[in-house]
Protein backbone atom coordinates (compact mmCIF):
# COMPACT_ATOMS: atom_id res chain seq x y z
CA UNK A 1 0.00 0.00 0.00
CA UNK A 2 1.26 4.01 -0.74
CA UNK A 3 4.00 2.58 -2.93
CA UNK A 4 6.39 5.18 -5.28
CA UNK A 5 3.75 7.08 -7.31
CA UNK A 6 3.72 6.89 -11.18
CA UNK A 7 1.81 9.68 -12.06
CA UNK A 8 3.93 12.32 -10.76
CA UNK A 9 7.35 14.29 -11.42
CA UNK A 10 8.42 14.62 -8.07
CA UNK A 11 6.78 14.28 -5.46
CA UNK A 12 5.83 10.65 -4.03
CA UNK A 13 9.24 9.25 -5.20
CA UNK A 14 9.91 8.42 -1.82
CA UNK A 15 7.31 7.37 0.32
CA UNK A 16 7.41 6.15 4.03
CA UNK A 17 4.51 4.21 5.10
CA UNK A 18 4.00 3.85 8.97
CA UNK A 19 1.39 1.57 10.47
CA UNK A 20 0.77 3.97 13.47
CA UNK A 21 3.40 7.08 14.69
CA UNK A 22 2.12 10.02 16.81
CA UNK A 23 2.54 12.93 13.61
CA UNK A 24 3.44 12.45 10.07
CA UNK A 25 4.73 16.17 10.47
CA UNK A 26 6.82 15.53 13.46
CA UNK A 27 8.39 12.25 11.95
CA UNK A 28 9.11 14.25 8.49
CA UNK A 29 10.70 17.15 10.85
CA UNK A 30 12.96 14.48 12.50
CA UNK A 31 13.83 12.99 9.21
CA UNK A 32 14.67 16.49 7.62
CA UNK A 33 16.83 16.77 10.49
CA UNK A 34 18.90 13.90 10.05
CA UNK A 35 18.68 14.58 6.46
CA UNK A 36 17.09 11.06 5.52
CA UNK A 37 14.43 13.16 3.72
CA UNK A 38 14.30 15.70 1.07
CA UNK A 39 11.82 17.67 -1.39
CA UNK A 40 9.18 15.18 -2.60
CA UNK A 41 9.47 12.66 0.17
CA UNK A 42 6.01 11.79 1.59
CA UNK A 43 5.27 9.93 4.90
CA UNK A 44 1.94 8.36 5.44
CA UNK A 45 0.21 6.53 8.52
CA UNK A 46 -2.29 4.05 8.77
CA UNK A 47 -3.04 5.52 12.63
CA UNK A 48 -1.54 8.84 13.60
CA UNK A 49 -2.00 9.02 17.44
CA UNK A 50 -1.13 12.55 18.11
CA UNK A 51 -2.05 14.44 14.97
CA UNK A 52 -2.02 18.42 15.27
CA UNK A 53 -4.43 20.79 13.97
CA UNK A 54 -4.26 24.92 14.06
CA UNK A 55 -4.32 26.35 17.17
CA UNK A 56 -3.05 23.20 18.96
CA UNK A 57 -6.18 20.82 18.33
CA UNK A 58 -5.84 17.60 18.40
CA UNK A 59 -7.12 15.64 15.03
CA UNK A 60 -9.06 12.60 15.85
CA UNK A 61 -8.97 9.46 13.33
CA UNK A 62 -9.87 5.89 14.07
CA UNK A 63 -6.77 3.25 12.31
CA UNK A 64 -7.36 3.14 8.41
CA UNK A 65 -9.80 4.72 7.84
CA UNK A 66 -8.59 7.99 6.47
CA UNK A 67 -5.82 9.97 5.28
CA UNK A 68 -3.38 11.42 7.37
CA UNK A 69 0.12 12.15 5.69
CA UNK A 70 2.99 14.94 5.78
CA UNK A 71 4.83 15.88 1.96
CA UNK A 72 8.28 18.16 2.26
CA UNK A 73 8.49 20.77 -0.22
CA UNK A 74 11.48 23.53 -0.95
CA UNK A 75 9.63 26.71 -1.75
CA UNK A 76 12.16 28.88 -1.60
CA UNK A 77 11.58 30.48 -4.83
CA UNK A 78 8.97 32.60 -2.23
CA UNK A 79 9.74 35.37 0.04
CA UNK A 80 9.39 34.11 3.49
CA UNK A 81 6.82 36.74 3.66
CA UNK A 82 4.65 35.14 1.00
CA UNK A 83 4.28 32.21 2.85
CA UNK A 84 0.42 31.76 3.07
CA UNK A 85 0.25 31.53 -0.75
CA UNK A 86 1.99 27.67 -0.02
CA UNK A 87 -1.39 27.15 2.51
CA UNK A 88 -3.73 28.56 -0.48
CA UNK A 89 -2.27 26.42 -3.21
CA UNK A 90 -2.43 22.78 -0.91
CA UNK A 91 -6.14 24.08 0.43
CA UNK A 92 -7.07 24.68 -3.27
CA UNK A 93 -5.17 21.36 -4.58
CA UNK A 94 -7.29 19.29 -1.55
CA UNK A 95 -10.86 21.21 -2.52
CA UNK A 96 -10.08 19.76 -6.61
CA UNK A 97 -9.85 16.24 -4.80
CA UNK A 98 -13.04 16.67 -3.15
CA UNK A 99 -15.19 18.82 -5.11
CA UNK A 100 -16.13 16.28 -7.08
CA UNK A 101 -17.47 14.51 -4.54
CA UNK A 102 -18.52 17.47 -2.99
CA UNK A 103 -19.81 20.62 -4.96
CA UNK A 104 -20.89 22.58 -1.15
CA UNK A 105 -16.85 22.17 0.13
CA UNK A 106 -15.45 25.54 1.24
CA UNK A 107 -12.29 26.65 2.79
CA UNK A 108 -12.80 28.30 6.29
CA UNK A 109 -9.49 30.50 6.78
CA UNK A 110 -6.66 29.43 7.18
CA UNK A 111 -7.08 26.44 5.90
CA UNK A 112 -10.17 23.80 7.58
CA UNK A 113 -12.07 22.04 4.65
CA UNK A 114 -15.81 22.09 5.62
CA UNK A 115 -19.10 21.57 4.08
CA UNK A 116 -21.30 23.93 5.67
CA UNK A 117 -24.17 22.56 7.87
CA UNK A 118 -22.61 19.41 7.76
CA UNK A 119 -19.04 19.94 9.79
CA UNK A 120 -15.31 19.70 9.08
CA UNK A 121 -13.66 17.23 7.05
CA UNK A 122 -10.43 17.95 6.92
CA UNK A 123 -7.44 20.18 7.67
CA UNK A 124 -3.83 21.24 6.82
CA UNK A 125 -0.82 22.08 8.85
CA UNK A 126 2.44 23.90 7.43
CA UNK A 127 5.54 23.97 9.58
CA UNK A 128 8.20 25.66 7.87
CA UNK A 129 11.92 25.06 8.64
CA UNK A 130 13.91 28.70 7.90
CA UNK A 131 17.39 29.69 7.92
CA UNK A 132 18.85 33.21 7.92
CA UNK A 133 15.68 34.56 6.87
CA UNK A 134 15.42 32.14 4.24
CA UNK A 135 12.87 29.34 3.42
CA UNK A 136 14.63 25.83 3.24
CA UNK A 137 11.78 22.85 3.65
CA UNK A 138 7.95 23.02 4.50
CA UNK A 139 6.54 20.02 6.04
CA UNK A 140 2.76 19.91 4.76
CA UNK A 141 0.56 17.76 7.13
CA UNK A 142 -2.80 16.70 5.97
CA UNK A 143 -5.51 14.88 7.34
CA UNK A 144 -8.94 14.12 5.22
CA UNK A 145 -11.63 12.18 6.87
CA UNK A 146 -12.66 9.69 4.37
CA UNK A 147 -14.24 6.15 5.25
CA UNK A 148 -14.71 7.20 9.30
CA UNK A 149 -18.36 7.31 10.56
CA UNK A 150 -17.93 8.06 14.11
CA UNK A 151 -16.45 10.52 15.62
CA UNK A 152 -16.01 12.39 19.16
CA UNK A 153 -17.73 15.70 18.06
CA UNK A 154 -20.80 16.73 16.12
CA UNK A 155 -18.54 19.67 14.20
CA UNK A 156 -16.60 16.60 12.30
CA UNK A 157 -18.01 14.80 9.05
CA UNK A 158 -16.46 12.61 6.24
CA UNK A 159 -17.04 11.97 2.87
CA UNK A 160 -18.77 8.72 3.32
CA UNK A 161 -20.94 10.22 6.10
CA UNK A 162 -21.93 12.71 3.50
CA UNK A 163 -22.28 10.96 0.45
CA UNK A 164 -23.09 7.59 2.28
CA UNK A 165 -20.42 5.67 -0.38
CA UNK A 166 -17.06 4.05 0.74
CA UNK A 167 -13.77 4.87 -1.06
CA UNK A 168 -9.79 3.74 -2.00
CA UNK A 169 -7.51 5.81 0.03
CA UNK A 170 -4.49 4.74 -2.31
CA UNK A 171 -6.55 6.14 -5.00
CA UNK A 172 -7.31 9.69 -3.39
CA UNK A 173 -4.02 9.38 -2.20
CA UNK A 174 -2.52 9.89 -5.95
CA UNK A 175 -4.91 11.96 -7.24
CA UNK A 176 -4.22 14.01 -4.43
CA UNK A 177 -0.53 14.37 -4.65
CA UNK A 178 -1.07 14.93 -8.42
CA UNK A 179 -2.82 17.52 -7.69
CA UNK A 180 -0.78 18.84 -5.18
CA UNK A 181 2.07 18.79 -7.69
CA UNK A 182 0.57 20.41 -10.40
CA UNK A 183 -0.45 23.49 -7.74
CA UNK A 184 3.16 23.57 -6.46
CA UNK A 185 4.60 23.73 -9.92
CA UNK A 186 1.88 26.91 -10.65
CA UNK A 187 2.78 28.85 -7.76
CA UNK A 188 6.64 27.95 -9.26
CA UNK A 189 6.04 29.51 -12.30
CA UNK A 190 4.22 32.90 -10.82
CA UNK A 191 0.72 32.31 -11.40
CA UNK A 192 -0.37 33.68 -7.45
CA UNK A 193 -2.81 36.07 -8.74
CA UNK A 194 -4.55 32.44 -10.15
CA UNK A 195 -3.87 30.56 -6.21
CA UNK A 196 -5.29 33.52 -4.62
CA UNK A 197 -8.44 34.08 -6.69
CA UNK A 198 -9.20 30.51 -6.83
CA UNK A 199 -8.89 30.25 -3.09
CA UNK A 200 -11.03 33.15 -2.62
CA UNK A 201 -13.83 31.88 -4.57
CA UNK A 202 -14.44 29.00 -2.49
CA UNK A 203 -13.61 30.85 1.28
CA UNK A 204 -16.10 30.20 3.69
CA UNK A 205 -18.35 32.95 4.73
CA UNK A 206 -16.95 35.28 2.21
CA UNK A 207 -19.33 38.45 1.51
CA UNK A 208 -21.52 37.05 4.00
CA UNK A 209 -22.69 39.10 6.97
CA UNK A 210 -21.91 36.44 10.43
CA UNK A 211 -21.21 36.78 13.97
CA UNK A 212 -18.00 36.60 14.85
CA UNK A 213 -15.59 36.28 18.24
CA UNK A 214 -12.49 38.16 19.51
CA UNK A 215 -11.81 37.69 23.02
CA UNK A 216 -14.79 36.56 24.30
CA UNK A 217 -16.84 39.48 22.80
CA UNK A 218 -19.11 38.72 19.32
CA UNK A 219 -19.00 41.31 16.61
CA UNK A 220 -20.89 41.47 13.58
CA UNK A 221 -18.52 41.42 10.15
CA UNK A 222 -18.00 40.32 6.64
CA UNK A 223 -15.05 38.74 5.27
CA UNK A 224 -13.54 40.74 2.50
CA UNK A 225 -10.69 39.05 1.77
CA UNK A 226 -7.02 38.17 2.83
CA UNK A 227 -4.03 39.93 3.20
CA UNK A 228 -0.83 39.64 1.31
CA UNK A 229 0.51 38.38 4.89
CA UNK A 230 -2.67 35.81 5.03
CA UNK A 231 -4.78 37.42 7.54
CA UNK A 232 -8.28 37.98 7.10
CA UNK A 233 -9.77 41.11 6.41
CA UNK A 234 -13.52 41.83 7.42
CA UNK A 235 -15.56 44.92 6.53
CA UNK A 236 -17.85 45.79 9.39
CA UNK A 237 -21.33 47.26 9.77
CA UNK A 238 -19.86 51.04 10.70
CA UNK A 239 -17.61 51.07 7.09
CA UNK A 240 -14.46 50.17 9.26
CA UNK A 241 -12.28 46.97 7.60
CA UNK A 242 -10.10 45.19 10.02
CA UNK A 243 -7.76 42.33 9.77
CA UNK A 244 -7.19 39.46 11.87
CA UNK A 245 -4.59 36.84 12.47
CA UNK A 246 -4.31 33.41 13.41
CA UNK A 247 -6.11 32.76 17.14
CA UNK A 248 -7.19 36.24 17.13
CA UNK A 249 -10.93 35.24 16.15
CA UNK A 250 -13.25 32.44 16.02
CA UNK A 251 -15.74 31.58 13.57
CA UNK A 252 -19.30 30.59 13.99
CA UNK A 253 -20.45 27.04 14.06
CA UNK A 254 -20.20 25.41 10.05
Not at 13 to 38: I, M, W, Y
Not at 79 to 94: A, H, K, P, R, T
Amino acid sequence: MYKILANTIFLGKEVLFLPECHSTNDKALELLRRGQAREGSIIICDHQTRGRGQRGNAWEAQPGQNLTFSLVLKPDFLDVSEQFYLNMMISNSVGKLLQDYLPDLQVKWPNDLVVPKKGKIGGVLIENILSAGRWEYAVVGIGLNINQRQFGTTKATSLAMITGGQYGLEELFKLLVAHIEQGFISLKKGKMDEVRKDYLRHLFLKDQWAVFRENDIEFEGKISGISKEGKLQMNLPDGRVRTFGLKEISFPDI
